[in-house]
């Protein structure tokens, strides 16, 4: 069974502070994904990766960025964190596949609260 | 971009009533994926329809996809209180990434 691994399930932090948020999954997927959530606008895709240290930008890229230096692991930072980035962040991955568009396989999510 | 739309935002029925979820696009899916979330947990992928004028079963959950593939439907057949959460449909916004529904929000009341 795929496991999908958020590093924190609930973080705090202040505003201005640099805040890394680690996703790592086990099933050897090329692409992963960074969402977050809120009340209303359902899932809201920031970044992806589709290889090591590929990168594309989401529906909402700023004041993220992401790094992938390993095939499982991938990391969403928040430069300079701000209170309106306060919100639940989703990691997911997925195979590429012949045919687009595989299913995503979704982390607990991170609950990120800046203060 | 491409946009989903989905209805309704949030329904309440008894335990044993049906329940239906619709999804719209603007432009034609080459498929289409749904996905529950249980409340507190994450979403869980449930389907996926490829076909024009595709039905799909999996237990009380009927889905379907359209014919001109720019709608789909979730329909469960006398809900329980273990279909409560949030329902989500999602089509492709390029080849590996998905645009979701905003999701409809399923409480069921014993």
């Known amino acids: 069974d795929v496991k999908v691994t958020q590093s924190s399930r609930y973080l705090v932090k202040r505003t201005g502070e640099k805040v890394f948020l680690e996703c790592v999954q086990d099933?050897?997927?090329?692409?992963m994904f960074w969402y977050r959530q809120d009340p209303g606008l359902g899932l809201r895709l920031i970044y992806f990766?589709?290889?090591?240290?590929?990168?594309e930008k989401g529906d909402i890229p700023e004041g993220y960025s992401v790094s992938r230096e390993k095939k499982e692991r991938f990391s969403l930072i928040l430069e300079s964190a701000s209170t309106n980035q306060t919100s639940m962040y989703l990691c997911?991955?997925?195979?590429?596949?012949?045919?687009?568009?595989?299913?995503?396989?979704f982390g607990d999510g991170t609950r990120l609260s800046i203060l | 971009g491409q946009q989903v739309m989905q209805i309704p935002q949030y329904q309440h029925v008894q335990e044993g009533e049906d329940f239906t979820t619709y999804c719209n696009s603007s432009?034609?899916?080459?498929?289409i994926q749904w996905y529950k979330q249980r409340p507190g947990g994450h979403p869980v992928f449930l389907i996926q329809?490829?076909?024009?004028?595709e039905v799909k079963k999996q237990k009380r959950l009927t889905f379907q996809f359209g014919e001109a593939k720019k709608n789909s439907s979730l329909h469960i057949t006398a809900t329980q209180t273990t279909d409560v959460g949030t329902y989500f449909c999602?089509?492709?916004?390029?080849?590996?990434?998905?645009?979701f529904g905003k999701g409809t929000m399923l409480l069921v009341s014993p």
């Open positions: 997911a991955s997925s195979f590429i596949g012949v045919v687009g568009n595989q299913p995503q396989h």
């Open positions: 329809l490829v076909k024009s004028g």
């Open positions: 432009t034609t899916l080459s498929n």
């Open positions: 999602a089509g492709p916004s390029g080849y590996s990434t998905l645009t």
């Open positions: 099933m050897d997927h090329e692409n």
């Open positions: 990766s589709y290889d090591v240290k590929m990168k």
